[in-house]
Nanobody, 120 residues
Framework: QVQLVESGGGLVQAGGSLRLSCAAS????????MGWYRQAPGKQRELVAT???????NYADSEEGRFTISRDNAKNTVDLQMNSLKPEDTAVYYC??????????????WGQGTQVTVSS
């Protein structure tokens, strides 16, 4: 089994900052991409940012410049630093993991989610 432990969500005023963290553990042979998705009420889950094992980051257009994703391959962790938060950033944020199991099957996995609420 795979576990993703997310932390760092909460309530913040517009213009403020939050840092989300996610740690992966379990039956993981090798981690490929990690990242964050979010889902606001009544909307589909959408990409926030992903990062490859080599450190190449990909951001949704609305977040680039405000959010920074980073990872620590030794610790199997991925962080999302969110600055200049806006009320429209309010959503449940899900940690994302793409990994290979011991049979070298590529799998996708999402965490339970952490709530981020930005007040105006």
């Amino acid at each position: 089994q795979v576990q993703l432990v997310e932390s760092g969500g909460g309530l913040v005023q517009a213009g403020g900052s939050l840092r989300l963290s996610c740690a992966a553990s379990g039956s993981i042979f090798s981690i490929n991409n990690m990242g964050w998705y979010r889902q606001a009420p009544g909307k589909q889950r959408e990409l926030v940012a992903t990062i490859t094992r080599g450190g190449s980051a990909n951001y949704a257009d609305s977040e680039e410049g405000r959010f920074t994703i980073s990872r620590d391959n030794a610790k199997n962790t991925v962080d999302l630093q969110m600055n200049s938060l806006k009320p429209e950033d309010t959503a449940v944020y899900y940690c994302y993991l793409q990994y290979y199991d011991r049979y070298w099957a590529r799998r996708d996995y999402w965490g339970q989610g952490t709530q981020v609420t930005v007040s105006s």
